[in-house]
């Protein structure tokens, strides 16, 4: 009974063909397709063949996966061959084994597979309404990829579309990061631009500041010496004296500031700075909470600057005290560690920091407190004030409990004073010294020259490093050179070489206010010349002609 007629039959093909129709995007369709096959025409066997490397069939699925189909797919290969060239149905009687066999073309689709073959052990051949069914399950089934296709193309444009939205996003996010980044970068730069700004504001400030302490000074100096011990006006050119010395160390901060300075390095004790700066600190900063000092009576020296260094620890204090606004406890204590090391801690009872603030707690420009309250500065500077005394500093900081600072620095071993043998002040008679003196300040020029004359020498002015210049070449014949650095002209800069070239044997005095790495670096190239820092006293220029007369009639810096 033909398939078409039989009831029963019709209704297998109708469900057949209406799964088919419905069949899920995730299922496999070969899989259902082979199913379908096997369960309309009650196949023994279903092969899906596709076309390989040169046409040539290859089998790609069998069903069940069990049967073994090896030698009846060789023995079908060859119409397989002709209907994948064709695209018609065909048909294979085989004898041995028994068997036959339904070649049906399939749509190409998106899938490499096109050819299934419904086989029916025993011989039992397909009739012309199978084939005509099998016809139609093709074309049905051809509905179903091109649907499946669409469905495929679908999701995978959304997946598409899906990853162009995650990549835009991506895209918006990493510029919106990296705007916000330029802004901040923008931020420090303009911050940079004002520092430089107010560091070469500070740095002629402090050139002017000590051409006028220079003179106060050394005025000042040399009139301590030639009035009576214990008298008023003796102790009143003192006043003058030590007035003049601390203006000087507050143009040797500023320098620090505007990083025209470098380091001075010499053996401190650490417990006593701790000790002035809490003194300077206890009537004003540290008035609202407890201070306690916990110093080693036998902390090692260190060697260091002594200004740069206080700067550090009251920034610390300040910082402390800021951290404490309800009030609290300030402990400063000192310990050696071993012979080599020398630890200072700063330990407060504040709000402490948490873990994101600090990680950048060390950053320059990071500040959490209110605009116009912090530059966010303070620790980054204090980092490499450490840094630059060979130190290391250690940060630690927990919310509500409160924040310890600790900075380790090299120990040294304690500077002796030099035997009575060496080199003492006012040890023997001073030869007179020709002294060409080079300053284009009038008021320097005067007050120097006449505290070069009370220490019995003779002075030759010059206001400029062309004068000085020309001086010489006209057969001046000096002993020592008193040359300033920063001078309209030449300069100090442009005059040296020429003095060297003139005279290489003459000692030369340098004097500037502003002895940063890059003078330092200058004068590495010359010999017989030597710094002389501003403002310098009566004592300090008396030392230096001292030095170039006690070794014998050799003149050196």
Same mark, same amino acid.
């Given at each position: ?196 700004? #107010? %560091? ?8 002017? *500041? &000590?051409?006028?302490?220079? $003179?106060?000074? @050394?005025? +000042? ?81 260190? #060697? %260091? ?8 620890? *009251? &920034?610390?204090?300040?910082? $402390?005290?800021? @951290?404490? +606004? ?232």
């Amino acid at each position: 009974m033909s398939m078409l007629t039989d009831p029963a039959r019709l209704l297998t093909v109708l469900r057949a063909a209406q799964y088919l129709s419905n069949l899920p995007l995730q299922e496999n369709p070969w899989v259902a397709l082979a199913q379908t096959l096997q369960g309309v025409f009650r196949c023994d066997l279903v092969m899906i063949v596709r076309a390989g490397d040169g046409g040539e069939p290859d089998l790609v699925h069998s069903y069940p996966d069990d049967l073994p189909v090896a030698h009846l797919f060789d023995l079908a290969r060859g119409e397989a061959r002709a209907v994948l060239e064709t695209g018609f149905l065909g048909e294979l009687q085989l004898e041995a084994p028994p068997c036959s066999l339904a070649f049906l073309p399939l749509p190409r689709g998106r899938f490499t597979a096109r050819v299934a073959i419904a086989g029916r052990l025993g011989g039992v051949p397909f009739s012309r309404e199978d084939l005509e069914i099998l016809l139609a399950l093709g074309g049905l089934f051809g509905n179903v990829v091109a649907r499946m296709d669409t469905e495929h193309e679908l999701r995978d444009n959304q997946a598409r579309l899906e990853t162009a939205n995650a990549r835009l996003l991506h895209e918006i996010a990493e510029r919106m990061r990296a705007e916000e980044e330029r802004a901040r970068v923008q931020t420090q730069f303009q911050q940079a631009q004002k520092l430089e700004s #107010l %560091g070469s504001l500070a740095g002629g400030v402090a050139h002017d *500041m &000590n051409n006028v302490l220079g $003179a106060i000074l @050394a005025l +000042a100096s040399a009139h301590v010496g030639l009035q009576a011990p214990g008298s008023p006006s003796r102790r009143a050119f003192e006043i003058i004296r030590d007035a003049a010395f601390r203006g000087g160390d507050m143009v040797k901060r500023l320098l620090n500031f505007a990083r025209r300075n470098p380091i001075e390095s010499r053996a401190l004790d650490l417990n006593a700075l701790l000790q002035e700066e809490t003194r300077l600190l206890e009537r004003t900063t540290l008035a609202k909470v407890n201070v306690e000092m916990d110093l080693d009576p036998a902390l090692h020296p260190i #060697l %260091g600057d002594p200004s740069a260094l206080s700067h550090v620890f *009251m &920034n610390l204090c300040v910082n $402390a005290v800021d @951290a404490m +606004a309800e009030g609290g406890r300030l402990t400063l204590s000192t310990r050696n560690e071993g012979e080599a090391s020398v630890r200072v801690t700063v330990a407060d009872t504040g709000c402490g920091m948490a873990r994101e603030v600090l990680d950048r707690a060390l950053d320059p420009f990071f500040t959490t407190k209110e605009v116009g309250k912090g530059t966010g500065l303070g620790l980054s500077l204090v980092y490499s004030t450490v840094r630059a005394h060979q130190g290391e500093l250690e940060l630690k900081s927990e919310p509500g409990v409160g924040t310890q600072v600790s900075l380790v620095f090299p120990a040294t071993v304690p500077v002796q004073a030099p035997e009575a043998a060496g080199r003492t002040r006012g040890a023997g008679p001073v030869r007179a010294l020709n002294v060409l003196l080079v300053d284009d300040d009038e008021l320097v020029q005067q007050s120097i020259a006449m505290l070069i004359e009370l220490l019995g020498h003779t002075v030759t002015p010059a206001l400029t490093g062309e004068e000085a210049i020309a001086t010489l070449q006209g057969g001046c014949d000096p002993d020592v050179v008193v040359l300033d650095m920063n001078m309209p002209g030449l300069g100090g800069r442009g005059t040296l070489p020429v003095l060297r070239t003139l005279r290489p044997a003459l000692p030369i005095l340098l004097a500037t206010g502003r002895a940063d790495q890059d003078v330092l670096d200058f004068l590495a190239g010359f010999d017989g010349v030597a710094l002389l820092p501003k403002p310098y006293s009566f004592e300090d220029l008396q030392d230096r002609f001292e030095a170039l007369t006690q070794d014998g009639d050799t003149v050196r810096p």
